[in-house]
């Protein structure tokens, strides 16, 4: 089955530094690439997402980077705010299987 | 508020005792998806349904059960064979749960959760 590792499990940087958390999995079918961002006590929200045709994508602050031919892809945030701080999880996924299978969360904590 | 709705929010039970965790969704979404969730811990996939009457074992489903009687209820059973039940469960739906379309709108929508403690 799919095997979806995230790392670092933790990161804590501090305000106005850059984060990056990557994704690696190992179904080569994966087509789609998403993360998802889930504030303490709340439900996880789709943050951004990329698809294999595409190499980067940005969205203000946040970015998603994909390389296919190493099976992993990278959520990037930069100038991080307070307000960054969640535990975020990727979720790739593809035609092979109607799974949504996520990754274990990165948490992140940004110090003021 | 994201039209997928869980309850109720809080749960205690006994021991030994079979409890059912409602998930209800008014998005016409054709897919569904539970999960649990325990403290420091990613989301672990426990049953999805692709459509109605029809469900599919996820990673850990072992000591719960599910049913898909109709396209906006998709709700989980945690039986007495369920050997550590305390936990946090989420729903999710998405339109078809096909992730690789790209003409669809993949994204998958989560219920508010619903806290399990087992006494």
């Known amino acids: 089955g799919e095997n979806v590792e995230q790392h670092p499990s933790t990161l804590s940087v501090q305000e106005g530094d850059s984060a990056v958390i990557k994704c690696t999995y190992s179904?080569?079918?994966?087509?789609?690439f998403p993360w998802y961002k889930q504030e303490l006590g709340k439900r996880p929200q789709l943050i951004i997402d990329i698809r294999s045709n595409v190499g980067e994508k940005k969205d203000q602050r946040i970015a998603v980077t994909l390389n296919k031919t190493a099976k992993h892809f990278s959520l990037h945030i930069t100038e991080t705010q307070p307000e960054d701080s969640a535990v975020y999880f990727c979720?790739?996924?593809?035609?092979?299987?109607?799974?949504?299978?996520f990754g274990s969360g990165t948490r992140l904590l940004v110090r003021p | 508020d994201g039209g997928i709705t869980q309850s109720p929010k809080y749960l205690f039970r006994k021991e030994g005792q079979n409890v059912t965790l409602s998930c209800e969704q008014n998005?016409?979404?054709?897919?569904m998806y539970w999960y649990r969730q325990d403290p420091g811990q990613g989301l672990r996939l426990i049953y999805y349904?692709?459509?109605?009457?029809?469900?599919q074992k996820g990673d850990i489903a072992e000591g719960y059960s599910v049913s898909r009687e109709k396209k906006e209820s998709f709700p989980l059973t945690v039986t007495s064979a369920q050997k550590n039940p305390t936990a946090f469960y989420l729903c999710?739906?998405?339109?078809?749960?096909?992730?690789?379309?790209?003409?669809?709108?993949?994204?998958?929508?989560f219920g508010q959760g619903t806290r399990l403690t087992v006494v």
């Open positions: 179904d080569s079918a994966s087509n789609y």
């Open positions: 998005l016409n979404h054709d897919a």
């Open positions: 999710a739906s998405s339109i078809s749960g096909r992730w690789g379309a790209a003409d669809e709108i993949t994204e998958a929508f």
């Open positions: 349904s692709q459509i109605v009457n029809d469900f």
């Open positions: 979720a790739p996924a593809g035609d092979s299987s109607y799974k949504l299978i």
